[in-house]
Nanobody
Framework: QVQLVESGGGLVQAGGSLRLSCAAS????????MGWFRQAPGKEREFVAA????????YYADSVKGRFTISRDNAKNTVYLQMNSLKPEDTAVYYC?????????????????WGPGTQVTVSS
């Protein structure tokens, strides 16, 4: 089992940047593929980015491709989401999630563990 806590959210102007972090408890972080998801008010939770267990494979939603970068540091039990060129439509609560599989997935139901989320607000 793994516990996840996100940090790094906040208020930023359009065009700005934020770096989200997700710290995981336990010694088995390297045994999980990780994902970032987001949920805007009144909308369903959606996939943002995912990274495989080793970090060798990465996948992005089309809406963030070229602007967001997911990475992980297994020695620090942390996964990151660097967000550049932020837009007002990126405003949402951002969640990290873990699945005990080698490969990534864009599907919410394939993730077993979730953090409480961190709010990102982008003003126009």
């Amino acid at each position: 089992q793994v516990q996840l806590v996100e940090s790094g959210g906040g208020l930023v102007q359009a065009g700005g940047s934020l770096r989200l972090s997700c710290a995981a408890s336990g010694r088995t972080f390297g045994s999980y593929a990780m994902g970032w998801f987001r949920q805007a008010p009144g909308k369903e939770r959606e996939f943002v980015a995912a990274i495989s267990m080793s970090g060798g494979s990465i996948y992005y939603a089309d809406s963030v491709k070229g602007r967001f970068t997911i990475s992980r540091d297994n020695a620090k039990n942390t996964v990151y989401l660097q967000m550049n060129s932020l837009k007002p439509e990126d405003t949402a609560v951002y969640y990290c999630a873990a699945r005990p599989r080698v490969g990534y997935s864009p599907l919410l139901y394939e993730y077993d563990y979730w953090g409480p989320g961190t709010q990102v607000t982008v003003s126009s």
